[in-house]
């Protein structure tokens, strides 16, 4: 398929999936209050959108809104949106948010903790450091955001959902904390990535979640994370540039965001009691997530709308890589990806020295 051929027929594939995941979920999600922490830009942003068109109230709050004033202005004016300054490392910014969500809109049904630093933003552009390198104040500042602030949010914006009875707590973490065994000992699924401390705070967030869910069992608040596998967000243009400007390719093709959209509407319909007994203390991976529930796997949420100067380094990348693929699996397992990518990549290496 040529580019244009590729990126009409996925919008298409893509498109009709959200407009599943809206038609299942409307009815659970219509007229409740979600709140999208870092809902500015990237991955946060394209949910709310998701959760707006699903009939949700919405609120977006961001430490900045900096080139994000026309999608601030399009929630306002929705009539069911809201965008907020709330930085999560203050209370009192976290307190003044809390209470203009409750003035507005009285209660809160989901929230959705992404705000969040990532290696790519705290180490930009290319966001590899190794660790012994790092230095205290990245730690801190790492886990400010995405630890500390996190649980400062849950326990200021828990309050309402107490009262309420109900609530769905969504904690945005990533496959680099996954762990996994074929017999023997634990190993980590990707440890090549070099990503701390971002991996260690998200890894921290995920044991938060699994305990969490626990000891509000028994409320009807459903706390739960998921991964959302590579994905574009507003940093990755950026990234993807960096790296190629030293000959490599950013790792495989981005997933366009509204992949994650699915699942965060069933997340937020655990916030209903029509749904029954609400889904709590889970980690899901959304690709996973999605191929077992009919979303499709990654080719199929695959970013096809790139510039054309980081379209054509996945374009060659794809056309050098192995046949991996298997059945059964949305995606291959981190070690087949690395090895696969590796070949494509000395594929094109020795090509461009053979063409020398
Ligand atoms: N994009 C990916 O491939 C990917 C993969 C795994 C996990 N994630 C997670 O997804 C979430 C969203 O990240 P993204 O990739 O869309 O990045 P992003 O940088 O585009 O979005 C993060 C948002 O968080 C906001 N933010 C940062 N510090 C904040 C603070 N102190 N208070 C309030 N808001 C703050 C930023 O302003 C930004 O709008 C993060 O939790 C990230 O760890 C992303």
């Given at each position: 398929?040529?580019?244009?051929?590729?990126?009409d027929?996925?919008?298409?594939?893509?498109?009709?999936?959200?407009s599943?995941?809206?038609?299942?979920?409307?009815?659970?999600?219509?007229?409740?209050?979600?709140?999208?922490?870092?809902?500015?830009?990237?991955?946060?942003?394209?949910?709310?959108q998701?959760?707006?068109?699903?009939?949700?109230?919405?609120?977006?709050?961001?430490?900045?809104?900096k080139?994000?004033?026309?999608?601030?202005?399009?929630?306002?004016?929705?009539g069911?949106?809201?965008?907020?300054?709330?930085?999560?490392?203050s209370?009192?910014?976290?307190?003044?948010?809390?209470?203009?969500?409750?003035?507005?809109?009285?209660?809160?049904d989901?929230?959705i903790?992404?705000a969040?630093?990532?290696s790519?933003?705290?180490?930009?552009?290319k966001?590899?450091?190794?660790?012994?390198?790092?230095?205290d104040?990245?730690w801190q500042?790492?886990?400010?955001?995405?630890?500390?602030?996190?649980?400062?949010?849950?326990?200021t914006?828990?309050?309402?959902?107490?009262?309420?009875?109900?609530?769905?707590?969504v904690?945005?973490v990533s496959?680099?904390?996954l762990?996994e065994?074929?017999?023997g000992?634990?190993?980590?699924?990707?440890?090549?990535?070099?990503?701390?401390?971002?991996?260690a705070?998200?890894?921290?967030?995920?044991?938060?979640?699994?305990?969490?869910?626990?000891?509000?069992?028994?409320?009807?608040?459903?706390?739960?994370?998921?991964?959302p596998g590579?994905?574009?967000?507003?940093?990755?243009?950026?990234?993807?540039r960096?790296?190629?400007?030293?000959?490599?390719?950013?790792?495989?093709?981005?997933m366009a965001?509204?992949?994650?959209?699915?699942?965060v509407?069933?997340?937020?319909?655990q916030?209903?009691?029509?749904?029954?007994?609400?889904?709590?203390g889970?980690?899901?991976?959304?690709?996973?997530?999605?191929?077992?529930?009919?979303?499709?796997?990654?080719?199929?949420?695959?970013?096809?709308?790139?510039?054309e100067?980081?379209?054509?380094?996945?374009?060659?990348?794809?056309?050098?890589?192995?046949?991996?693929?298997?059945?059964?699996?949305?995606?291959?397992?981190?070690?087949?990806?690395?090895?696969?990518?590796?070949?494509?990549?000395?594929?094109?290496?020795?090509?461009?020295?053979?063409?020398?």
């Amino acid at each position: 398929m040529t580019q244009q051929n590729n990126l009409d027929h996925y919008q298409q594939v893509q498109t009709e999936m959200v407009s599943r995941a809206l038609a299942q979920w409307r009815p659970f999600v219509t007229d409740q209050v979600a709140v999208i922490t870092g809902g500015a830009r990237g991955i946060g942003k394209v949910l709310a959108q998701g959760l707006l068109e699903a009939g949700a109230k919405v609120v977006c709050a961001d430490v900045t809104w900096k080139d994000a004033d026309e999608f601030r202005d399009r929630l306002d004016s929705s009539g069911r949106g809201l965008g907020l300054e709330m930085d999560v490392t203050s209370d009192e910014s976290v307190r003044a948010a809390y209470d203009a969500v409750l003035d507005r809109f009285g209660r809160v049904d989901t929230l959705i903790n992404n705000a969040g630093l990532v290696s790519e933003t705290l180490f930009a552009p290319k966001g590899k450091v190794p660790t012994l390198e790092t230095t205290d104040q990245d730690w801190q500042r790492m886990f400010g955001v995405n630890v500390f602030g996190t649980v400062r949010v849950i326990q200021t914006f828990v309050k309402a959902m107490l009262d309420q009875g109900n609530g769905s707590i969504v904690n945005v973490v990533s496959s680099g904390v996954l762990m996994e065994s074929v017999g023997g000992g634990y190993f980590a699924t990707r440890p090549w990535t070099t990503e701390m401390p971002y991996q260690a705070s998200k890894a921290s967030l995920t044991t938060l979640t699994f305990y969490l869910a626990e000891e509000l069992k028994r409320t009807g608040i459903a706390v739960n994370a998921f991964m959302p596998g590579h994905t574009r967000a507003s940093w990755f243009d950026d990234t993807a540039r960096a790296i190629s400007s030293e000959g490599r390719i950013y790792a495989l093709r981005p997933m366009a965001p509204q992949h994650v959209l699915p699942l965060v509407l069933f997340l937020a319909a655990q916030a209903s009691s029509q749904s029954g007994e609400p889904a709590t203390g889970r980690l899901y991976h959304v690709p996973d997530w999605n191929y077992d529930h009919g979303y499709g796997g990654l080719q199929s949420w695959g970013d096809y709308d790139l510039p054309e100067d980081i379209e054509a380094g996945y374009r060659e990348l794809e056309a050098a890589m192995p046949d991996y693929w298997r059945s059964g699996l949305a995606r291959a397992r981190f070690d087949a990806e690395r090895v696969a990518y590796a070949a494509g990549m000395d594929k094109i290496k020795s090509a461009q020295e053979g063409a020398r």
